[in-house]
């Protein structure tokens, strides 16, 4: 077994690889649109395991964007071995230990029924950080009551850009996640799934206070999330009514289903979640690795 840097001669046997197993793991920075767009450099270090006829049987690649960087936490964006035994994962994770000059940690998924995974992940010296369920509904009928005081529009590109950060960095301040960037939300706009008109923003008077976001999940699901409130509107409905609108775009867009994810300790955020219909699929495991 030889593990060594992806390069440019193995690059569609990469992606290739990535499009057969991401079933088999978190597939949220794989999708058909990620892994077009996917290149070899600095922020992307990638290494593959090859076999004695040079075949790729598994692949190890981290996220290491500015968005990383300036949290110092690097992000799994694979981590899959066919062969399913801990000398191969080890081999792979050996090839990253360098990111301890520039992060802290190092954090990757894996699905709660995925013992096999869960086990390696363990005898590599990651523990669990939280748990993640996956929610879903059927769309049915949804009836909205009016906000009269606030204004619900949807984001406006290379206009609306600083308002969606502001909500969501206040939203989300003192979480383990960096803080977001405009750039980061004009490049929303050609991630995977991403449906026009599906980034909602809703204001009091001229102030920004909430928004969320609906992506395409499959031809039949859309995604709904994040969603963020600002901490002087929380707990005043407003989430609810995001959700509401977030519920009948995706059946006016002729989906039938949505789907969401939601840290199994926010129990405000799932209480309300269950309250709208949906119901949980799925349980994902999020480890953390400390360099």
């Known amino acids: 077994m030889l ?3 992806l390069d440019f001669d193995k690059l569609e046997e990469f992606k290739t690889y990535c499009l057969i197993h991401r079933d088999e793991v978190d597939e949220s920075f794989i999708g058909d ?8 450099s600095e922020d992307n ?4 395991l090859l076999n004695d006829q040079d075949v790729i049987v598994g692949v190890l690649s981290v ?3 500015d968005y990383y960087r300036n949290g110092k936490r690097a992000r799994v964006r694979i981590f899959h ?3 399913k035994e801990f000398s191969t994962y080890k081999l792979l994770f050996e090839r990253i ?3 301890k000059a520039d992060f802290t940690d190092i954090f990757m998924y894996a699905f709660e029924k995925d013992q096999t995974t869960i086990d390696i992940y363990k005898k590599l010296s990651c523990t ?9 509904c059927d769309l049915d009928d949804i009836n909205i009551a009016e906000k009269p005081n606030y204004y619900l529009k949807d984001l406006i590109f290379e206009k609306d850009e600083s308002d969606w950060c502001e909500v969501y960095n206040e939203a989300f301040a ?6 977001l960037t405009v750039q980061m939300v004009k490049d929303l706009k050609s991630s995977d799934g991403f449906i026009e008109g599906g980034m909602k923003l809703l204001y009091d008077v001229n102030k920004p206070i909430a928004f969320i976001m609906i992506t395409e999940e499959s031809e039949e699901t859309s995604y709904i999330g994040p969603l963020g409130v600002k901490p002087s509107y929380q707990k005043q409905g407003i989430g609810r009514y995001m959700i509401k609108i977030a519920k009948k775009f995706s059946k006016d867009k002729g989906y039938k289903k949505a789907i969401l994810v939601v840290n199994s300790h926010n129990e405000s955020a799932l209480s309300l979640y269950l309250s709208e219909g949906f119901k949980k699929t799925e349980s994902v495991i999020c480890f953390n690795y400390k360099l």
């Open 128 to 136: 669990v950080e939280r748990y993640i369920y996956v929610l879903e």
């Open 81 to 83: 071995s066919v062969l």
């Open 174 to 179: 003192g979480q383990k996640i960096s803080d």
């Open 45 to 48: 270090p990638t290494f593959i």
């Open 63 to 65: 996220m290491t964007s």
């Open 97 to 99: 230990q360098y990111l």
């Open 33 to 40: 649109m990620e892994l077009e767009k996917f290149s070899i």
């Open 3 to 5: 593990v060594k840097a």
